[in-house]
């Protein structure tokens, strides 16, 4: 309906490009008071993510926010506060949790297809540059943890629960912001999960749930896979996994893997693929599910788990900032 920005220009371009009937305004402020408006995504920079929120709450708008919810659990729970106070629907974009992809292993693994889940190994690291992306080096919206590693923890606790951080290892810059971070955390019944996010290097940036009979590999990237392939193995029978160099199948995958006319084929020459790739779609498919039977909080993106994720990337970054020299 209409686009709120802090440029005239670039917000006036939006406008025009998807022919918003509302315009372009300068605020939420005016954002929600446009005829025809029934709910606000703000997409801001991290650091501008409480303002937009609070301002559409106080405008009784639903809200969905592109994650992180906040830069720091304080901010978290003050739009938590907010939203609750008013009776207002608030979700935190964190899209993957939406996904079909997620849902129907997260289904499997709850079906006991790989047994018990033990361990869970992410990775989301991606190199950037302060020249082109300088939002992820500067400011209190910046750093890893926030921009990916909120992914990482999402999923994690989506799957085991409440998370205790047991020990984080990682980079920051002169300016303490943090570049890379590693983190074992541990559910409740002692299932850990070891995730890495970075903003300076390239990293697998894939997951894998490892069960007591089983274990799911996603495809990359993370943040939208196109399946996953579970795999199972009979404890009761010796293993014999693949070992040596790369047999026939393997090299005859990669060759196809390489030819973007072919790669269906090399997906097609994979076991047990399940899934199918998602997007922004689902999620908003998602909230307005939510809003039509009058929900206030999303049950795939509860506002709790929005703030136990923050809590975790806050004690996180304490100590890493702590353990710089």
């Known amino acids: 309906v209409a686009v709120a920005s802090r440029s005239a220009g670039t917000g006036g371009d939006f406008a025009r490009r998807f022919a918003l009937a509302g ?14 408006v029934d709910a606000i995504y703000v997409a801001t920079p991290n650091a501008a993510h409480r303002d937009g929120v609070l ?23 003050e739009i938590v506060d907010a939203a609750r ?30 047994g018990t889940l033990r361990e869970i190994h992410g990775n989301f690291a991606v190199p950037n540059s302060p020249d082109t992306m300088p939002r992820l080096f500067a400011g209190p919206g910046a750093g890893a943890l926030l921009d990916r590693g909120v992914y990482l923890l999402a999923l994690s606790q989506a799957l085991l629960g409440p998370l205790r951080l047991c ?13 890379a ?16 996010c970075a903003i300076d290097r390239l990293g697998g940036n894939g997951l894998t749930l490892v069960g007591t009979t089983g274990r799911i590999v996603f495809d990359e990237p993370l943040s939208c896979p196109g399946g996953y392939v579970l795999r199972r193995a009979d404890p009761a029978t010796p293993f014999s ?4 160099l790369p047999g026939p199948a393997a090299r005859i995958k990669a060759r196809l893997a390489g030819r973007p006319r072919l790669r269906h084929l090399a ?11 998602g997007g922004l779609a689902d999620q908003i498919a998602h909230v307005r599910a939510c ?28 100590a890493l900032r702590n353990a710089a020299p």
């Open 241 to 244: 996994g693949p070992g040596g």
């Open 23 to 36: 315009g372009a305004v300068d605020s939420v402020a005016a954002l929600a008071a446009v005829p025809g």
């Open 291 to 318: 809003l039509a039977r009058g929900a206030t909080e999303s049950d795939l993106v509860p506002l709790d788990g929005s703030l136990a994720v923050l809590h975790l990337i806050d004690a996180a970054r304490a």
């Open 267 to 277: 997906r097609a020459l994979r076991s047990d693929i399940r899934g199918r790739p």
């Open 85 to 114: 106070r008013a009776g207002v629907f608030c979700m935190e974009g964190l899209w993957s949790l939406c996904l079909p992809v997620y849902r129907d292993a997260f289904a499997a693994v709850a079906r006991g297809e790989i």
């Open 55 to 77: 301002a559409a709450l106080a405008a009784r708008k639903p809200v969905l926010c592109e994650k992180p919810l906040a830069t720091s659990h304080a901010e978290g729970a």
């Open 181 to 196: 971070a590693t983190l074992v955390l541990e559910g409740a019944d002692g299932a850990r999960a070891v995730l890495g």
């Open 167 to 179: 020990a984080v290892r990682g980079d920051v810059d002169a300016d303490g912001t943090d570049l």
